[in-house]
């Protein structure tokens, strides 16, 4: 709708100065000359005021998205735990703008520093759950990376089964305990 009344003010500035450009041959009148050129005039400031109003209202649009963009990145930030599927270390596409983010923010923020602690269910061996809550913070540390973040801004920690978000043996439970937690670390 901007850009229509910004089409619009240009247009008529340009019709204005085409028929001030052109001029007839035959007798022209003084009286209607100078009225023709406070038509022009005024074509020409109400063509400079629509246009300064279109701006200034795309500015307020600008500002009002960047806004929500920014609303969006933080709400995305809150989001620091990260499931996996049973026996994988593949990060989920659903897990994918909320890692991008915090990248983000470690990248605009060089002195930030983040611990990624990957967890397991209960099923499998010690030493297999060690192994396997590694390869899932690796694998997050990894996207960190490849999205902007830098090595000397993350750690890894492996705690395997030790450290359940819910104790319990069923499904539901497995589920929430195959994770990696982003854990920032203030100085």
Do not use: W
Request: glycine share 6%.
């Amino acid at each position: 709708m901007q850009q229509k009344t910004l089409f619009k003010t240009v247009g008529l500035a340009f019709g204005a100065m085409m028929i001030s450009a052109c001029s007839s041959t035959g007798d022209v009148n003084e009286g209607a000359a100078s009225e023709a050129t406070a038509i022009q005039q005024q074509a020409e400031e109400q063509a400079q005021e629509q246009a300064t109003t279109a701006v200034s209202s795309a500015a307020l649009e600008g500002e009002a998205l960047q806004a929500q963009a920014n609303e969006a990145q933080a709400a995305l930030l809150q989001q620091t735990v990260f499931y996996f599927d049973f026996d994988q270390s593949t990060i989920k596409n659903e897990s994918k703008a909320a890692l991008i983010a915090h990248a983000g923010y470690l990248a605009a923020n060089g002195a930030a520093r983040v611990v990624l602690e990957g967890h397991t269910d209960e099923r499998g061996t010690v030493e297999y759950n060690l192994a396997l809550g590694e390869r899932r913070a690796l694998s997050v540390r990894g996207f960190l990376l490849a999205n902007g973040a830098a090595a000397n801004q993350i750690q890894v920690v492996s705690f395997g089964e030790e450290r359940p978000a819910v104790n319990a043996s069923n499904e539901d439970a497995y589920a929430k305990n195959r994770r990696v937690e982003v854990k920032y670390q203030s100085r």
